[in-house]
């Protein structure tokens, strides 16, 4: 049985060693780092993840939002785990997991919970830079002449 780490942030000017700390601090054998927004569909590292996880091992990270904040993404992944007798953790959620029905409930809340934030960041983002429009602001890169 293998306890296996994934962090990840979401664009390169953030940085991952917290979460790295806290994954070696709690004994994680293998650490799969990632600087990928969760919601692109090519990431390497979770890949290389997923497809070394096996049964019996524990997959932990710092909260759920760092695997994906789609709830399809986790539903698909807790059927995964599930089947596979593969347990997860979450350092920060420690109600969660999937061995009890109460565990799996919060699982579920804390998923959509996590999709409605990102989708209302984007909302927030979408009407800030409408705003900004009409106030005359530019975006993009500047032109060269």
């Not at 596979?84 to 699982?107: M, Q, V, W």
């Not at 809340?109 to 984007?122: D, G, N, P, Q, R």
Request: one cysteine or more; proline letters at 1%; a positive charge.
């Amino acid at each position: 049985m293998t306890v296996i780490g994934y962090a990840r942030v979401s664009t390169r000017g953030q940085n991952l060693q917290r979460q790295i700390e806290e994954l070696e601090n709690f004994g994680c054998d293998i650490i799969y780092c990632e600087k990928k927004s969760a919601v692109r569909d090519l990431r390497p590292e979770y890949e290389k993840m997923l497809d070394s996880v096996k049964s019996g091992d524990t997959l932990v990270v710092i909260e759920l939002s760092r695997i994906s904040r789609r709830v399809a993404v986790m539903y698909h992944l807790e059927d995964y785990f599930r089947t596979n007798n593969i347990n997860l953790i979450s350092l920060t959620e420690p109600h969660i997991g999937f061995d009890t029905g109460e565990k799996r409930l919060a699982y579920h809340m804390t998923v959509a919970f996590s999709e409605y934030e990102w989708e209302k960041t984007l909302e927030r983002t979408e009407h800030g830079v409408k705003s900004a429009r009409k106030r005359g602001v530019k975006f993009g890169r500047k032109n060269v002449k």
